[in-house]
């Protein structure tokens, strides 16, 4: 196998940013992201809390807020506890934990890119070691929630995000980051692929951190000489990584 350890990037990799076309099935990304408040407001609800009138623009000023202060380590679970501080209703991490999941709300299977569930299903049977790396406001626990949610749960190890890091893509720090969390360790000399879609981010981030790279390339005009394999069929990744196997 010419590529033992293939570590993913998660949106635009694995999920789409929009639904494909065609009759909708299931809400679009974007319209999940704007019902954030809806949801966010019916688990307030649930724990006997009264949600303000404003929630959507509440919600919007806490992150602001909260984005400028943290950083790179804003997540979605900061924002839970902000709103509840913000709101006046104190720390309970037990109810917070929950709000956190409405606010980042479903990711279903049919965001997947045609063709990636079968990769990843055809990469883990031959043996390959696979772990995500993603730049999100989404925690691991968050993360490994909604990859259970389409099916894809045990696939990979670690998860890595960069709101848990304090770091992301290109930064080395979370490529490195992902290396020492590889269970089984990764063997000495072993060939690293890192599959993404960004050309900053995903390929060179990782030829600078001494991987190799693919580019799953989502706009025909852009492209990246630095990777070792361009695609758009997931077929062509598997050739790849299974080459010599």
Not at 107 to 133: F, K
Not at 221 to 242: C, E, H, K, P
Request: net charge negative; with cysteine; aromatic share 8%.
């Amino acid at each position: 196998m010419r590529y033992p350890i293939v570590f993913w990037d998660s949106g635009g990799t694995i999920f789409r940013g929009e639904a494909p076309e065609g009759p909708a099935v299931d809400p679009s990304p974007r319209q999940v992201r704007e019902t954030r408040s809806f949801r966010a407001a019916h688990v307030l609800e649930m724990f006997g809390h009264e949600p303000p009138g404003d929630l959507a623009g509440v919600i919007e000023q806490v992150e602001a807020d909260l984005r400028g202060r943290f950083g790179p380590r804003y997540s979605l679970e900061v924002l839970a506890a902000g709103l509840y501080a913000a709101l006046g209703l104190g720390e309970h991490p037990a109810e917070t934990v929950l709000l956190s999941d409405a606010l980042g709300g479903p990711r279903y299977r049919t965001w997947l890119w045609e063709g990636v569930a079968e990769a990843l299903a055809a990469l883990h049977r031959a043996g390959a070691q696979m772990g995500l790396i993603a730049n999100t406001e989404w925690t691991g626990r968050m993360m490994r929630r909604a990859l259970a949610g389409v099916g894809l749960d045990g696939l990979f190890e670690p998860v890595v995000c960069s709101c848990d890091v304090g770091a992301a893509k290109p930064d080395p720090r979370i490529f490195a980051a992902a290396l020492a969390g590889l269970t089984p360790p990764a063997s000495p000399g072993a060939s690293v692929l890192h599959v993404g879609d960004s050309v900053a981010a995903d390929v060179a981030g990782a030829v600078k951190f001494g991987w190799d790279a693919a580019f799953h390339q989502t706009d025909p005009g852009v492209s990246s000489g630095r990777a070792v394999l361009v695609f758009t069929d997931y077929g062509d990744l598997i050739r790849l990584v299974t080459a010599g196997a």
